[in-house]
């Protein structure tokens, strides 16, 4: 059996505390054999190409250190300043910097000069994510003929946005070394498909080959999950239901909304207080009834338009708060940091909502975890943006676009008011979905196209 090794920007072996993702990767390495490659996440004077190799729970790592000027250009600059906002449609916040592809383009062959020794004959090698565009070709460059995967966790953006990127033609190219890539959905593959036909002259065959330039690249749509079980065992642990009472008593009978995000602008924070607020003004019977609580750990704190986030965030709670609040009441309770992911189970099961309403996203875990911590009995209502990936296959959420207050108001006072057995209803189809397509599901479709073997049917939702 092939081995596999799994290169990303950061390693996380072991998984528990770091989710399903984190779970279902070692849990493959460990079936497989092989390793999982990334960056430290410290840092050196002078990088050495020196690998650090550890094993946790079964799971070999090697690890590298990089330079501050590394970390400085490839991953606070082209990753989190230019490839995150283009990708997730901002190019008013995609900064477009020479150092930054050149960084960029560094820390990828700092990678592949230091996986080439590591890899053997029969290796099947998957890359995850924007980080690592450009390492299969240049693992190629240095005679890496074994079958190469790449996995985009994040949006593709339409061929226009992408045009702007000063290194997209390149950028492409260099993804055309990979024997398969797979999408999180069929929006984001077509986006990726216009521009190889529109700009490379591209065909894509009946099995899903993108023919280009004389190379073939197998394109899949395989949807992330989460590990059900695990989550609807984590809803039940004691820590779950201590929270669930500690929650439920804090809101004294009224109705709980949760949205859980890392505080990213793609994740639409600003839009869905203004949402909610519209919601109190259009319906006051229903103020002192509701609570909101977004729980927004801080993420990319060195990004200046993360600080910028999070000031504008603080201000709109503020003053909606100070605007509505009462003597016992405030309506949203804003918090800023992270809770253990037993806790978190604990609070989508005390939420009568889970408001999950990013502007763009790849996937959108959080949408599929509230669905697996909810009771069978007595579940809550997702309220699910159109532009999260997830919304392809989980048509009974309230979809809702979320650049409209409006829509967003009116889906908070239909989830209120649904009957239990609407709730019922949707939350068993939802449910079929999040358990059927889990990350094992995930792990295998792609893992099965890398292989070249036959890949499982995606969602029956897929257009
Ligand atoms: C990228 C793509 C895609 C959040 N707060 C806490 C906490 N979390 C956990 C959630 C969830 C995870 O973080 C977030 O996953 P998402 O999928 O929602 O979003 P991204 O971080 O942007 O992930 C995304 C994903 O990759 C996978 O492919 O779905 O579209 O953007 O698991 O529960 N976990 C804990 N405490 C917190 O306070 N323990």
């Not at 050149?102 to 998957?126: C, H, M, P």
Request: net charge negative; with cysteine.
């Amino acid at each position: 059996m092939s081995r596999l090794i799994i290169i990303s920007n950061r390693v996380s072996a072991g998984g528990g505390a770091q989710g399903g993702l984190a779970v279902a990767l070692s849990a493959a390495l460990r079936e497989k054999g092989g390793l999982w490659f990334g960056w430290s996440g410290e840092q050196t004077d002078q990088f050495n190409g020196k690998i650090n190799f550890e094993r946790t729970d079964g799971v070999v790592t090697a690890t590298i250190d990089l330079e501050q000027r590394d970390i400085d250009e490839y991953y606070n600059g082209y990753a989190n300043r230019t490839l995150w906002p283009l990708f997730h449609y901002r190019i008013d916040l995609a900064e477009y910097e020479r150092s930054f592809a050149d960084g960029y383009q560094r820390v990828n062959e700092r990678f592949a000069n230091t996986i080439v020794s590591l890899i053997d004959k029969d290796d099947l090698l998957w890359v995850q994510d924007y980080h690592l565009f450009p390492l299969g070709r240049q693992l190629r460059d240095r005679g890496i003929s074994n079958r190469i995967g790449f996995f985009l966790h994040i949006p593709w953006p339409p061929r226009r946005l992408l045009a702007t990127l000063p290194e997209a033609a390149e950028l492409v190219a260099s993804l055309l070394e990979y024997d398969v890539i797979g999408f999180q959905t069929q929006e984001w593959l077509e986006s990726f498909y216009d521009y190889a036909r529109d700009e490379m002259g591209g065909t894509l065959d009946d099995d899903g080959v993108l023919h280009v330039g004389g190379r073939k690249v197998r394109l899949i749509a395989c949807p992330i999950g989460i590990d059900a079980e695990e989550f609807s065992t984590l809803a039940n642990s004691d820590t779950a239901r201590a929270t669930f009472e500690r929650v439920r008593a804090s809101v004294a009978g009224r109705s709980l909304i949760v949205g859980v995000d890392r505080l990213d602008y793609s994740k639409g924070l600003e839009e869905r207080f203004l949402g909610y607020e519209r919601f109190l003004s259009d319906h006051p019977e229903e103020r002192k009834e509701v609570t909101l609580l977004q729980i927004a750990p801080p993420s990319r704190g060195s990004v200046e338009s993360y600080q910028r986030i999070r000031s504008t965030l603080e201000g709109l709670a503020g003053r909606i708060n100070g605007a509505h609040a009462g003597l016992d009441w405030v309506p949203i309770r804003y918090v800023n940091q992270g809770y253990s992911r037993d806790a978190l189970a604990g609070v989508y099961r005390a939420s009568r909502i889970g408001l999950v309403t990013p502007l763009r996203d790849g996937m959108n875990l959080v949408a599929k975890e509230y669905v697996a911590a909810q009771n069978p009995e007595d579940p809550g209502v997702l309220i699910l943006s159109r532009f999260a990936g997830a919304a392809e296959q989980m048509p009974d959420a309230l979809l809702v676009n979320p650049h409209s207050a409006e829509e967003m108001s009116d889906a908070l006072r239909q989830a209120l008011i649904m009957p239990r057995e609407e709730r019922i209803h949707r939350w068993r189809n939802l449910m079929a979905g999040v358990q059927k397509h889990d990350v094992m599901w995930w792990l295998k479709c792609f893992t099965s196209a890398l292989a070249l073997k036959s890949v499982p049917t995606p969602p029956t939702t897929f257009v």
